[in-house]
């Protein structure tokens, strides 16, 4: 499935999404958490400790596949694809 949301907001403390199948809101610290850019599994690789939470600053699309998310602490190097946040999504609600 190509998941693409309907509707994005963005606020320091979570990303809303709307999906076609439902609204889902994932937080700025699990989203930093969950973050797979080259520097952060390389660190989860060494077994070291996630990151700390950080504010979400700006979502900059990535073609028309993935947001590149940017967090009050610099980080801004991780892409997001739609497929992968809509995951992240129904596991949200499932919570
Ligand atoms: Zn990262």
């Given at each position: 499935m190509n998941?693409?949301?309907?509707?994005?907001?963005?606020?320091?403390g979570a990303l809303r999404l709307r999906w076609a199948d439902g609204i889902a809101?994932?937080?700025?610290?699990?989203?930093?958490?969950?973050?797979?850019c080259g520097g952060c599994r390389a660190r989860a690789g060494r077994g070291e400790p996630a990151a700390a939470p950080a504010d979400l600053v700006d979502?900059?699309?990535v073609?028309?596949?993935?947001i590149n998310l940017v967090f009050s602490d610099g980080?801004?190097?991780?892409?997001y694809p739609w497929d992968w946040l809509h995951e992240l999504s129904a596991a949200a609600v499932q919570d």
């Open positions: 998941a693409v949301p309907e509707a994005v907001d963005l606020t320091p809101e994932l937080s700025a610290a699990r989203l930093r958490a969950a973050c797979r979502a900059v699309p073609g028309s596949y993935a980080h801004d190097r991780g892409i």
